[in-house]
């Protein structure tokens, strides 16, 4: 049996399943729960989750919804469910696993963010936001966490198709793809092999990784 152990927040979704069979080939033990399972939005269910670990290795902080609308149109709630969903949620499985790595003097989580923090599109006000935190979060905690030898880091996957993004027109695909220097999309399968590769990785903390051509 695997003595090193990874969860996936946000399981349900596309990459999270490839992020979490490229796992299992480098050895992990991987544990990816739907929002039944854990709900990162509730921080009941988060520290009743993080109570039943005994030992963690890798945190992926994967769970995310988009939710876009016009500034002038969109609701208080779904920009909080946006806003908690990507950044809270987060933040939050990062302090638990925090102090699960702190006495072990080891460890990594890796948030998963979006292109959308460095350049939003219309529409995208809560999700850039978020996303946006994301980077600084990582940031910050690599500063504090680096001494006891914790990393972070954050990854950009690019546009990917995915569940998440199947409700997009075919002019924002096409858009998306004229920016893309290499005339093609990252698939899922190269963002989760990347991923898997960075969780192996000794050296690297603190920074920020695009998987893709747009620059």
């Known amino acids: 049996m695997s003595e090193h152990f990874a969860l996936i927040t946000g399981g349900q ?42 030992h963690l290795d890798l945190l992926v902080n994967n769970a995310g919804i988009t939710g876009d609308a016009l500034l002038t149109k969109q609701t208080t709630k779904k920009r909080n469910d946006v806003i908690d969903t990507n950044l809270k949620g987060a933040h939050l ?16 989580i890796i948030n998963i963010g979006s292109y959308s923090a460095l350049n939003p599109q219309t529409g995208q006000t ?24 914790i990393r ?26 004229q920016r893309h220097q290499l005339g093609r999309f990252t698939t899922i399968a190269e963002a989760a092999r990347f991923i898997a590769f960075l969780s192996t990785t000794e050296h690297i903390s603190g920074q920020v990784f695009q998987l893709d051509s747009r620059v």
Do not use: W
Request: hydrophobic residues 40%; proline residues 3%; neutral net charge.
């Open 93 to 108: 499985c990062s302090q638990k696993a925090a102090v699960m790595m702190m006495r072990e003097r080891s460890g990594h």
């Open 126 to 149: 809560a999700y850039a936001s978020a996303k946006a935190g994301l980077i600084g979060l990582t940031k910050s905690y690599a500063k504090e966490l680096g001494k006891r030898n």
């Open 152 to 177: 972070i880091n954050c990854v950009l996957p690019g546009f990917l198709e995915t569940k998440m993004t199947s409700d997009l027109s075919n002019e924002t695909i096409t858009n998306s793809l």
């Open 13 to 54: 979704g596309d990459l999270a399943e490839a992020l979490r069979l490229q796992l299992i080939g480098t050895g992990f033990e991987v544990l990816s729960p739907g929002r039944s399972e854990l709900d990162v939005l509730d921080p009941a269910s988060v520290d009743s989750y993080f109570q039943g670990l005994g």
